[in-house]
């Protein structure tokens, strides 16, 4: 299959140098590589070109968000990423063409007009918060709430254009955990087991949405 991995981390000198971050992002690198896999990679704080990103979206059967989580958030870079490479596919109509309403037929949806079907997207975090904070009625922040809440702005995006939305994976407590080694040696099966969700990837080989198709060219 090919993967794109996106890393989302923002360096601060001195202050979060992203270490932890690195270190899941490579390991899934040589995991996934180590299976056959094709992978990329862009590091959003290095720059990239909004049309690259459209093309490598259209070709990936898995999308990685690789990213910290800041104030409940990923960094403002990937927000900006996000604007700048998802109207180039909208503007293009190569992620949609709608937002899948029609008055042709009112039972359509909101969020129903996308076109990357048969790919998969997961967000690779690390958090502060620690795991039993998610899915407690009893917590005084979240109330409840799980990580797949938190993860909505982000995973939405993907949702809106096609995309499965994969579990997610994370690191929690990262500045108190014992087990953050652990946690990097379950990351690889955690990644064998959503690829094998999505099968051989034929979905996306026959997409009518490779720009090869839909631009007549290359």
């Not at 995973?155 to 014992?178: C, K, M, P």
């Amino acid at each position: 299959m090919r993967i794109h991995i996106i890393s989302a981390h923002l360096t601060y000198p001195g202050w979060t140098e992203g270490a932890l971050n690195r270190a899941m992002a490579d390991r899934a690198t040589k995991h996934l590589r180590a299976g056959g896999h094709d992978v990329t990679e862009t590091r959003v704080e290095d720059g990239y070109d909004p049309e690259a990103e459209v093309q490598r979206h259209l070709e990936a059967d898995l999308v990685i968000l690789q990213t910290p989580i800041n104030w409940f958030g990923a960094p403002w870079i990937h927000k900006r990423y996000i604007d700048a490479v998802f109207n180039a596919g909208l503007h293009s109509t190569e992620f949609l063409d709608n937002d899948g309403r029609t008055r042709a037929d009112p039972s359509r949806q909101y969020g129903t007009g996308g076109h990357l079907h048969g790919r998969g997207f997961l967000v690779a975090a690390t958090w502060n918060a620690p795991s039993e904070s998610f899915g407690n009625p009893d917590s005084v922040l979240f109330a409840g709430k799980g990580v797949d809440d938190l993860l909505l702005g982000i995973t939405a995006a993907y949702r809106f254009v096609g995309f499965t939305v994969l579990e997610s994976y994370g690191i929690h407590d990262i500045f108190r955990a014992a087990d953050i080694a652990e946690r990097l040696e379950g990351y690889g099966p955690h990644l064998d087991r959503q690829l094998a969700m999505l099968g051989d990837g034929a979905s996306v080989q026959s997409s009518p949405r490779r720009r090869s198709e839909a631009s007549g060219s290359r």
